[in-house]
T-cell receptor, first 112, second 114 residues
Framework: GENVEQHPSTLSVQEGDSAVIKCTYS??????FPWYKQELGKRPQLIIDIRSNVGEKKDQRIAVTLNKTAKHFSLHITETQPEDSAVYFC???????????FGDGTTLTVKP | SAVISQKPSRDICQRGTSLTIQCQVDSQVTMMFWYRQQPGQSLTLIAT?????????ESGFVIDKFPISRPNLTFSTLTVSNMSPEDSSIYLC???????????FGPGTRLTVL
């Protein structure tokens, strides 16, 4: 089955700096890669996603890149703000199989 | 998107008892999933709830311990049977809306087993 590794497990940045979280996956059949943000005590919520036919996608301060050959994808957050502090999960999904495999999560702390 | 509710939001149960968690969606969805999230941990898929047929369980999870029902396209239940303290966790349902791939999560049920 699919295996997703996520790094780092914790990340602390100064407000205004950039943050990068990286994930690797094992199953070449995976074709959809969402990122979720989970604030303390809340449900995971989708913040950005990318499909395997696209190399990069950007939404304001958030961007995701995908390297299919190397089987890795990354989340980039620029100009970080304290409200970006949360746990971020990457996932890899084979839409034909219909389920996602999640990474272990990255706890991001943005210090004011 | 979809509006998802879960009941109960939290419960404290005694060892050996069972708890049924309900997941209700405001629209018909193709896929419904049940996850477990232990404190500070990632999301572990328990099973896919199939409408009109038996749920599909992931490795390490069995129907006798986690029976699941899905009587229609908007509702599912997960029962945690014969509970032990190791079952203390947050249980979340998620759905895939028809035509989309993205999963939307319910608010979760925080279960504590004494």
């Amino acid at each position: 089955g699919e295996n997703v590794e996520q790094h780092p497990s914790t990340l602390s940045v100064q407000e205004g700096d950039s943050a990068v979280i990286k994930c690797t996956y094992s199953d070449s059949a995976s074709n959809y890669f969402p990122w979720y943000k989970q604030e303390l005590g809340k449900r995971p919520q989708l913040i950005i996603d990318i499909r395997s036919n696209v190399g990069e996608k950007k939404d304001q301060r958030i961007a995701v890149t995908l390297n299919k050959t190397a089987k890795h994808f990354s989340l980039h957050i620029t100009e970080t703000q304290p409200e970006d502090s949360a746990v971020y999960f990457c996932a890899a999904d084979n839409t034909n199989a219909g389920k996602s495999t999640f990474g272990d999560g990255t706890t991001l702390t943005v210090k004011p | 998107s979809a509006v998802i509710s879960q009941k109960p939001s939290r419960d404290i149960c005694q060892r050996g008892t069972s708890l049924t968690i309900q997941c209700q969606v405001d629209s018909q969805v193709t896929m419904m999933f049940w996850y477990r999230q232990q404190p500070g941990q990632s999301l572990t898929l328990i099973a896919t709830a199939n409408q009109g047929s038996e749920a599909t369980y992931e490795s390490g999870f069995v129907i006798d311990k986690f029976p699941i029902s899905r009587p229609n396209l908007t509702f599912s239940t997960l029962t945690v049977s014969n509970m032990s303290p190791e079952d203390s966790s947050i249980y979340l349902c998620s759905v895939e809306v028809r035509g989309l791939v993205t999963q939307y999560f319910g608010p979760g049920t925080r279960l504590t087993v004494l």
